[in-house]
């Protein structure tokens, strides 16, 4: 993303958008339920919008209020977009150090009109910028197909 100095307008830089076409083609290899999501990176995946890191690469969902996640009533599961809608990824306050990657879900799955929540989440493969390639640990993610994103594509 890219903030106007003057105004604070924020728009998406052109490589986030083709990084996440490249995502959803390759969502769209993995079969008809797997969709795109983002991370922040900090020795793990952790989540845009939740105090919550993925430790591992399949991890179920909890939530609060104490039913099964996710409820039909609830906003709880782990979220995907599909292929169609990768570009929701963005909405989500993306930034050029952030991973990207592919999750398939499993259990109870709550579909929407961009995406998934899901009872679990299997994550199949992750795009990691140069900046922070170092910062994960990707052997605390076996069967994850890793792939190294170059200097300058954000």
């Not at 919550?52 to 969902?61: D, I």
């Not at 709880?76 to 990824?89: D, F, K, M, T």
């Amino acid at each position: 993303m890219t903030r106007c100095w003057a105004c604070g307008v924020v728009w998406l830089d052109p490589m986030p958008l083709l990084l996440l076409a490249e995502a959803a083609r390759a969502a769209r290899r993995w079969g008809g339920r797997a969709g795109v999501r983002a991370w922040r990176v900090e020795g793990e995946l952790w989540s845009l919008t939740h105090d919550l890191a993925w430790t591992q690469p399949t991890r179920p969902a909890t939530c609060r209020a104490g039913h099964r996640a996710p409820d039909p009533g609830c906003v709880c599961g782990y979220y995907a977009c599909s292929p169609e809608a990768a570009n929701q990824v963005a909405e989500y306050g993306y930034y050029e150090d952030d991973a990207i990657g592919i999750v398939e879900p499993r259990g109870r799955v709550v579909r929407h009109e961009w995406g998934w929540r899901a009872e679990h989440a299997i994550i199949r493969e992750v795009w990691v910028p140069t900046s922070v390639w170092n910062l994960v640990d990707r052997a605390r993610y076996p069967g994850v197909t890793w792939h190294r994103i170059g200097e300058g594509w954000a």
